[in-house]
T-cell receptor, first 115, second 116 residues
């Protein structure tokens, strides 16, 4: 069974700074997908960024980027130029492959952006 | 935009009651999921359905059952609610095939259930 570990329950950072959220996972699979989801206070969970394990290039979406280290089974999220709207719970998630689209989630990191 | 809706945002039930949580998605997604979210535990999968009338147990199915009679609707049933089922319940849906959508799950707003 896969496991996903987020070792930082809470983080805070000043507005406009850069912050990195950590995620490690354990799997024996070679092909899989990794995700970061964001859950703002009292709002719906949304996808932030996605990484396919077979792609060596790290995914980026505007101010959000990942550092994917397949051998180390590490998948960290970097948020550049942080904004107040980035305040949220962030969940790292693992999916084995298509045909089995269940997600395994980490325990989450509560990120607060300080004005 | 994909919309996933859940029947209630807040629900208060008594121990022993039968509870129905409803979820509806409007994007013709094959997969639907029920999770419960608890502080410090993240999201844990209760049940998963990949087609009408098809279901698979997740990590914590005990005390729950599900029903999927139509593609757009996925119901979670607590046969006899207990206080340890007090939690936030999230429904999600996704496409079954790979491609641009790439396994992304779309979530509903959640139902905060309190069992007293």
């Amino acid at each position: 069974a896969q496991t996903v570990t987020q070792s930082q329950p809470e983080m805070s950072v000043q507005e406009a700074e850069t912050v990195t959220l950590s995620c490690t996972y354990d799997t024996s699979e070679n092909n899989y997908y990794l995700f970061w989801y964001k859950q703002p206070p009292s709002r719906q969970m949304i996808l932030v960024i996605r990484q396919e394990a077979y792609k060596q290039q790290n995914a980026t979406e505007n101010r959000f980027s990942v550092n994917f280290q397949k051998a180390a089974k590490s998948f960290s999220l970097k948020i550049s130029d942080s904004q107040l709207g980035d305040t949220a719970m962030y969940f790292c998630a693992f999916m084995k492959d298509f045909g089995n689209e269940k997600l395994t989630f980490g325990t989450g990191t509560r990120l607060t952006i300080i004005p | 935009d994909v919309k996933v809706t859940q029947s209630s945002r807040y629900l208060v039930k008594r121990t022993g009651e039968k509870v129905f949580l409803e979820c509806v998605q409007d994007m013709d997604h094959e997969n639907m999921f029920w999770y419960r979210q608890d502080p410090g535990l993240g999201l844990r999968l209760i049940y998963f359905s990949y087609d009408v009338k098809m279901k698979e147990k997740g990590d914590i199915p005990e005390g729950y059952s599900v029903s999927r009679e139509k593609k757009e609707r996925f119901s979670l049933i607590l046969e006899s609610a207990s206080t340890n089922q007090t939690s936030m319940y999230l429904c999600a849906s996704s496409l079954r095939s790979p491609g641009l959508a790439g396994g992304e799950q779309y979530f509903g707003p959640g139902t905060r259930l309190t069992v007293t």
